[in-house]
């Protein structure tokens, strides 16, 4: 098993560019997350979903849409890139029932 | 919302020595309570966790404690070591794994002096 894997590893935007986050898990986990890490911030949850076609929005959801259409892969897009979103993106799954989440290495971005 | 506070942001301890770090939560409602290590530059990983009807739970030099009363739960490392040193973080969640995400404190970084 791969577990969970993201890309691309690094991404610098220009501001008002889009972009899709790739996150994929090949554990058919029903549980995926996306949360962002700032400095002195701690994690951040943005986007989760609980089964394809189910999904919800967390703390910081703005900016950034989500879908599910399968169970293996779910994507973060940024519609309109903006200095703000400088971060580093991790996503997370876990089985429907279990607490234990797993994170993918992550994916740091830099929006100019 | 759910808000987590964590403390201290930083400690140092001496190599051998115990280390204990504290999170308050504001949501009674909450009953999942994870730790996860984080080095630098890595993914979070868990280490301990705990749900609301367990008072205390222990892993070898690990142990993490919880007081609902109080809505505190805290870490405990014993026996320090050098590999130790990290950003801890503590967490919160009502329904436990991924079921409706978790919400996290701002970290500790833990450093092990030699």
């Known amino acids: 098993n791969a577990g969970v894997t993201q890309t691309p590893k690094f991404q610098v935007l220009k501001t008002g560019q889009s972009m899709t986050l790739q996150c994929a898990q090949d554990?058919?986990?029903?549980?995926m997350s996306w949360y962002r890490q700032d400095p002195g911030m701690g994690l951040r949850l943005i986007h989760y979903?609980?089964?394809?076609?189910?999904?919800d929005q967390g703390e910081v959801p703005n900016g950034y849409n989500v879908s599910r259409s399968t169970t293996e892969d779910f994507p973060l897009r940024l519609l309109s890139a903006a200095p703000s979103q400088t971060s580093v993106y991790f996503c997370a799954s876990s089985y429907l029932g279990a607490d234990t989440q797993y994170f993918g290495p992550g994916t740091r971005l830099t929006v100019l | 919302g759910e808000n987590v506070e964590q403390h201290p942001s930083t400690l140092s301890v001496q190599e051998g020595d115990s280390a204990v770090i504290k999170c308050t939560y504001s949501d009674s409602a909450s009953n999942y309570f994870p730790w996860y290590k984080q080095e630098l530059g890595k993914r979070p990983q868990l280490i301990i966790d705990i749900r609301s009807n367990v008072g205390e739970k222990k892993d070898q030099r690990i142990a993490v404690t919880l007081n609902k009363t109080a809505k505190h739960f805290s870490l405990h490392i014993t026996e320090t070591q050098p590999e130790d040193s990290a950003v801890y973080f503590c967490a919160a969640s009502k329904r436990g794994g991924g079921a409706d995400g978790l919400t996290f404190g701002k970290g500790t970084h833990l450093i092990i002096q030699p």
């Open positions: 554990m058919n986990h029903e549980y």
């Open positions: 979903s609980v089964g394809a076609g189910i999904t």
